[in-house]
């Protein structure tokens, strides 16, 4: 690779943008068709229901003709037996008339019940047709028009997706295809965070402690490394905590060690007292210690940890 690391950093970083901007634009792109599918169940759940109340609308129509008609025959049957009356000369014939009349006026009493609840019926079904019919018209207007601002969106989007690519391949033209495939895949999977720096031995993508020497790995700047833990790239980031820490962690076990050293040496002479020895040791401590270390005093050492 002819880029420096300090610039493969960066054109990752930038790299990381476009790529965190594409891929959620890839998702919107893929929802869109999703939008109207709540739509289109409801619509196919009203039609469903179209149907099925059109089929109890033509039953109940056939009802009310077939009712209608029967009326018609019973009060044609009543009729003609009534002009029998005028005729007859027994009481036999005048019996068997009457109860002939009798007979079809209850049959039209009863007809006329059942055509009175049938048209009630009818009206209800006719009712709820035209209702459902009302909803699907307006479910499908609703979903052709989102249809169209679903084409309309798409264009655009797919359009600048377009664009993001072509910017992409410029940037990133000197980038090896391998790394630019895994830095993808690490944006796709980790929410649009690819690339993250490390303070002080803490990933800041994932925030897990890290081994000091996989952090010094890092801070060499030679080469990409990837977090054990999720995988994304590390750079290592300087802040002011995590000098004041270092220079603390590195004072507190230069001590530690003397102090071992020490102790050794006092139980071999038992000859120094307790608060003598502590003088020594931070004494001791100071003098071999080498310019480039930092000097860190055991008092403020002592104090912190009793906080």
């Not at 009356?85 to 006329?112: C, F, H, P, W």
């Not at 076990?253 to 040496?265: C, F, K, M, P, R």
């Not at 003598?276 to 040791?281: L, P, V």
Request: aromatic share 4%; hydrophobic share 30%; proline share 2%.
């Amino acid at each position: 690779m002819s880029m420096r690391m300090d610039e493969v950093f960066e054109t990752l970083r930038q790299y990381q943008e476009m790529l965190s901007k594409r891929v959620e634009l890839e998702k919107q792109l893929e929802a869109m068709p999703k939008t109207i599918e709540i739509q289109n169940q409801m619509l196919s759940r009203e039609k469903k229901s179209l149907a099925e109340v059109k089929e109890q609308y033509i039953f109940s129509e056939a009802s009310l003709k077939d009712l209608r008609q029967q009326l018609e025959e019973a009060e044609i049957k009543r009729e003609n037996a009534e002009k029998q009356m005028d005729g007859i000369t027994t009481q036999r014939e005048y019996d068997a008339v009457n109860k002939e009349i009798r007979e079809a006026s209850e049959k039209e009493q009863d007809l006329r019940r059942r055509i009175q609840e049938e048209e009630r019926r009818f009206a209800d079904v006719d009712d709820r047709m035209h209702r459902i019919e009302i909803s699907v018209s307006a479910l499908e207007a609703e979903i052709n028009q989102k249809r169209n601002e679903i084409e309309s969106n798409s264009k655009t989007i797919s359009d600048e997706i377009e664009n993001l690519h072509s910017e992409e391949n410029s940037l990133t033209k000197e980038l090896d295809d391998d790394l630019k495939f895994k830095f993808e895949r690490i944006i796709r999977s980790k929410s649009g965070m690819g690339i993250v720096p490390i303070h002080g031995v803490v990933c800041t993508g994932c925030h897990m402690i890290l081994p000091a020497s996989f952090v010094n790995e890092v801070r060499q700047a030679d080469k990409i490394v990837f977090c054990p833990y999720c995988s994304r790239i590390l750079f290592y980031e300087e802040t002011e905590a995590d000098e004041s820490m270092e220079e603390i962690l590195t004072g507190s076990l230069v001590d530690l060690t003397e102090e071992e050293a020490e102790d050794t040496e006092d139980s071999e002479n038992g000859e120094e007292s307790e608060e003598t020895s502590g003088r020594s040791k931070r004494g001791s401590s100071r003098k071999k210690k080498t310019p480039s270390e930092p000097v860190i005093d055991n008092d403020f050492l002592v104090d912190s940890m009793d906080e």
